[in-house]
Nanobody, 126 residues
Framework: QPQLVESGGGLVQPGGSLRLSCAAS????????IGWFRQAPGKKREGVSH????????NYADSVLGRATISRDNAKSTAYLDIDSLKPDDTAIYYCAAAGSGSWWSLTFEYPYDYWGQGTQVTVSS
């Protein structure tokens, strides 16, 4: 049974940083691109970042460009999203997802993804 489990969310002060983790099981992790998405209250879910199956290519949304780093450890079947200089606008539920196919630029959107995690809440507030 394919499964993705996010962790690392919580309450963070503005200007702080955090690392989100996405642990995968039940599928061949190193054959899947991984994407991070987030959904703020009252807003649509949006793509934040994605990384290729090998880890050699990455992409970031403008909203986190320069503040976020996506990475993966295929030996541990785990992907990560590090975000620093956190802002209240970063408050959202963060989801990771795995895509076995799809063009590189389609990974910005939800439709290519085969598996989704349950999400982890990130709240940026003083």
């Amino acid at each position: 049974q394919p499964q993705l489990v996010e962790s690392g969310g919580g309450l963070v002060q503005p200007g702080g940083s955090l690392r989100l983790s996405c642990a995968a099981s039940g599928f061949t992790f190193d054959s899947y691109a991984i994407g991070w998405f987030r959904q703020a209250p009252g807003k649509k879910r949006e793509g934040v970042s994605h990384i290729s199956a090998s880890g050699g290519s990455t992409n970031y949304a403008d909203s986190v460009l320069g503040r976020a780093t996506i990475s993966r450890d295929n030996a541990k079947s785990t992907a990560y999203l590090d975000i620093d200089s956190l802002k209240p606008d970063d408050t959202a539920i963060y989801y990771c997802a795995a895509a076995g196919s799809g063009s590189w630029w389609s990974l910005t959107f939800e439709y290519p993804y085969d598996y989704w995690g349950q999400g982890t809440q990130v709240t940026v507030s003083s």
